[in-house]
């Protein structure tokens, strides 16, 4: 696609259910990457994919935490049991490989917005 | 390991202003350095970058100098408008340069 989608754009859920959020990616972009935005707050990293497999899973928060990448494609972050803290805008971004010579960038998706009540 | 610290605001500015926010990374690696901005209900995105030292990033205004030699990417512009107003975020490439590691935001408030 043109840019990089995120669905729901806005979720409000209760404590104890689960969730899954989805990113599409710009066509062809083999890195795919989740950050987590707290109000007012800064990205926290959760994941990266590098096609299919996630050689960087260290900043996800907790074991009710998961993500899959299918197809070197569409991602989905799933959180089971989720909790209040949990709330916070999810943001996904996606690229071509090697960001360290700058010729490829990370572009971003408007996140999803969740919200535990 | 890799961090980004860059200053708390608000900043809140007057039309026509001068603009910096500090950005200072720490010394691993060889980095390249980044600034994304997220204006109001929308997604970040790409405001300039530098991939070595001395480089300078520029675009709407807007500029930045990669300084090894005090580890900083500070952003200038030298006359802000009220579109400007945003949350603007420091980055910098891991030493795996697979990933970025994000400051934790500056708001920006440009007033008329």
């Known amino acids: 696609g043109a840019g990089v989608s995120q669905s729901p754009s806005n979720k409000v859920t209760e404590k104890g259910k689960d969730v899954e959020l989805r990113c599409d990616p710009i066509?062809?972009?083999?890195?795919l990457y989740w950050y987590r935005q707290r109000l007012g707050q800064g990205l926290e990293f959760l994941i990266y994919?590098?096609?299919?497999?996630?050689?960087?899973k260290s900043g996800l928060p907790s074991d009710r935490f998961s993500a899959e990448r299918t197809g070197g494609s569409v991602s989905t972050l799933t959180i089971q049991r989720t909790q209040q803290e949990d709330s916070a805008v999810y943001l996904c971004?996606?690229?071509?490989?090697?960001?360290?010579?700058?010729?490829?960038?990370?572009?971003f998706g408007a996140g999803s917005r969740l919200t535990v009540l | 390991g890799d961090s980004v610290t860059q200053m708390e605001g608000p900043v809140t500015l007057s039309e026509e202003a001068f603009l910096t926010i500090n950005c200072t990374y720490t010394?691993?690696?060889?980095?390249?350095l980044f600034w994304y901005v997220q204006y109001p209900g929308e997604g970040l995105q790409l405001l300039l970058k530098?991939?070595?030292?001395?480089d300078k990033g520029s675009n709407k205004g807007f500029e930045a100098t990669y300084r090894k030699e005090t580890t900083s990417f500070h952003l200038e512009k030298g006359s802000v408008q009220v579109s400007d107003s945003a949350v603007y975020f420091c980055?910098?490439?891991?030493?795996?340069?697979?990933?970025?590691?994000f400051g934790g935001g500056t708001r920006l408030m440009v007033k008329p």
């Open positions: 530098a991939t070595k030292a001395d």
């Open positions: 010394a691993t690696g060889y980095p390249s």
């Open positions: 994919f590098q096609g299919n497999s996630a050689p960087d």
């Open positions: 971004a996606s690229s071509l490989p090697g960001l360290r010579a700058g010729a490829n960038v990370l572009t």
């Open positions: 066509s062809g972009h083999t890195a």
């Open positions: 980055a910098r490439t891991n030493n795996a340069g697979n990933m970025l590691t």
